[in-house]
T-cell receptor, first 111, second 115 residues
Framework: KNEVEQSPQNLTAQEGEFITINCSYS?????LHWLQQHPGGGIVSLFM???GKKKHGRLIATINIQEKHSSLHITASHPRDSAVYIC?????????????FGKGTKLSVKP | NAGVMQNPRHLVRRRGQEARLRCSPM?????VYWYRQLPEEGLKFMVY????????ESGMPKERFSAEFPKEGPSILRIQQVVRGDSAAYFC?????????????FGEGSRLTVL
């Protein structure tokens, strides 16, 4: 079993829809990152969370430490949101630099 | 303030050659991380460096791979005697603080193709 599981693997939405991507993890963590990767492109860090909720524009990220679960929400989705969204956790007991990554959720927003 | 700069963006090597990938962190960042993304797979941690020191290389293959972050100049990931399985995207990230508190800033990646 992977230490970081994301769902769904693939997601197709119509422009304007509310989108939720989920991330569950099995290790104790000191932080959780949400990342965005466009096809053939670089990686952008969206959020770093250790508790609660963060909001940036149309993006909202929440984390429940007790349940070992995080969600990334996109409100009023737009075709430019089409990308792979990656959840990554910093294992509290792991080696210093190690982030453990989920396999990503590929989002396609249709106009 | 320029972002994390990686070069080359694309590199083609024949089996047995050497590949050198460079990463210049954001100004003021002294923590550098390298990650590898194999085709159709997720990202995997390789190595974490601070200036002149390797802090954590637990994700580095034991042979042919090395990394450095000298006092002056970019961090370098070096792959000797490349094989086809080394074909991947290599991403560098930097942070102003250590891994437990530092937000990460990623580069555009270097895509290595081994023929």
């Amino acid at each position: 079993k992977n230490e970081v599981e994301q769902s769904p693997q693939n997601l197709t939405a119509q422009e304007g829809e509310f989108i939720t991507i989920n991330c569950s993890y099995s290790v104790g963590i000191s932080a959780l990152h949400w990342l965005q990767q466009h096809p053939g492109g670089g990686i952008v860090s969206l959020f770093m969370l250790s508790s609660g909720k963060k909001k940036h524009g149309r993006l909202i990220a929440t984390i429940n430490i007790q349940e070992k679960h995080s969600s990334l929400h996109i409100t009023a989705s737009h075709p430019r949101d089409s990308a792979v969204y990656i959840c990554a956790v910093r294992d509290y007991g792991g080696s210093q630099g190690n982030l453990i990554f989920g396999k990503g959720t590929k989002l396609s927003v249709k106009p | 303030n320029a972002g994390v700069m990686q070069n080359p963006r694309h590199l083609v090597r024949r089996r047995g050659q050497e590949a050198r990938l460079r990463c210049s962190p954001m100004k003021g960042h002294s923590h550098v991380y390298w990650y590898r993304q194999l085709p159709e797979e997720g990202l995997k941690f390789m190595v974490y460096l601070q200036k002149e020191n390797i802090i954590d290389e637990s994700g580095m293959p034991k042979e042919r791979f090395s990394a450095e972050f000298p006092k002056e100049g970019p961090s370098i990931l070096r792959i000797q005697q490349v094989v086809r399985g080394d074909s991947a995207a290599y991403f560098c990230a930097s942070s102003p603080q250590g891994p437990s508190t530092g937000e990460l800033f990623f580069g555009e990646g270097s895509r290595l193709t081994v023929l």
